[in-house]
């Protein structure tokens, strides 16, 4: 177990700098009017991060590794599509965090807390986070939740597991599998085939681009 922590550490240090978008998709490639936000992880001193949750669950939650928010609607009606990072130190782990985001359970629910709402979207970029995302007029005074609209979950595994998957399953629409060096190596989400990857993962690559298509 002390290395499958380590592992965790590991990851989790590499996702805090990657940036407040996943690379390769743009707050458009969602279809959302609001903007990404990096929810998990967050700095080591900041607690109360976002998480995931089922309607009307207030134990069972799910804490991804990695976790980008994109807000869209309107505050009347608002959502958010996600992309998730899952890093799975051995085969059962994989099975169990692949159950958590199973097609059957899409009506999950993201939950951000009020404190988290209030800190600044990043040591570069003081506006608080409820401003940046789009939704929100006034200074939020509880917490804000909000029903999953999409989501995209990559999962990055060791390599003998990695190889073991590709050769034996098939994956759901909304997962995508990447060996564990893409995460944690040493060009991290600058690395030009990683972006093209999580390119991928955006909901118009499902649509054929063409000339006459609109851009909106």
């Known amino acids: 177990m002390a290395g499958f922590t380590s592992l965790d550490v590991i990851v989790r240090d590499k996702l805090r700098t990657w940036p407040q978008h996943p690379p390769g998709l743009a707050d458009h490639d969602m279809g959302a009017s609001g903007s990404w936000l990096r929810a998990r992880p967050g700095p080591p001193q900041e607690r109360d991060q976002p998480f995931l949750k089922l309607p009307g669950a207030n134990r069972l939650r799910t804490h991804p590794d990695g976790l980008w928010l994109c807000f869209g609607g309107t505050e009347a009606d608002p959502y958010v599509d996600l992309f998730a990072i899952e890093a799975c130190g051995c085969y059962q782990?994989?099975?169990?965090?692949?159950?958590?985001?199973?097609?059957?359970?899409?009506?999950?629910?993201?939950?951000?807390?009020?404190?988290?709402?209030?800190?600044?979207?990043?040591?570069?970029?003081?506006?608080?986070?409820?401003?940046?995302?789009?939704?929100?007029?006034?200074?939020?005074?509880?917490?804000?939740?909000?029903?999953?609209?999409?989501?995209?979950?990559?999962?990055?595994?060791?390599?003998?597991?990695?190889?073991?998957?590709?050769?034996?399953?098939?994956?759901?629409?909304?997962?995508?599998?990447?060996?564990?060096?893409?995460?944690?190596?040493?060009?991290?989400?600058?690395?030009?085939?990683?972006?093209?990857?999580?390119?991928?993962?955006?909901?118009?690559?499902?649509?054929?681009?063409?000339?006459?298509?609109?851009?909106?």
Request: with cysteine; charged share 15%.
């Open 93 to 216: 782990n994989l099975l169990d965090k692949r159950s958590r985001f199973a097609p059957s359970m899409h009506s999950w629910l993201a939950v951000c807390s009020e404190e988290w709402l209030m800190q600044p979207v990043s040591p570069n970029n003081p506006m608080p986070r409820w401003r940046y995302t789009g939704l929100l007029r006034r200074t939020p005074t509880g917490p804000l939740v909000l029903p999953v609209r999409d989501m995209r979950v990559m999962y990055a595994l060791r390599p003998r597991q990695y190889t073991g998957f590709v050769t034996s399953q098939i994956p759901h629409a909304h997962e995508f599998f990447a060996p564990m060096e893409a995460i944690i190596g040493p060009e991290g989400w600058q690395h030009p085939p990683l972006r093209a990857f999580i390119a991928r993962t955006s909901p118009r690559a499902n649509f054929f681009s063409y000339p006459g298509a609109s851009a909106a």
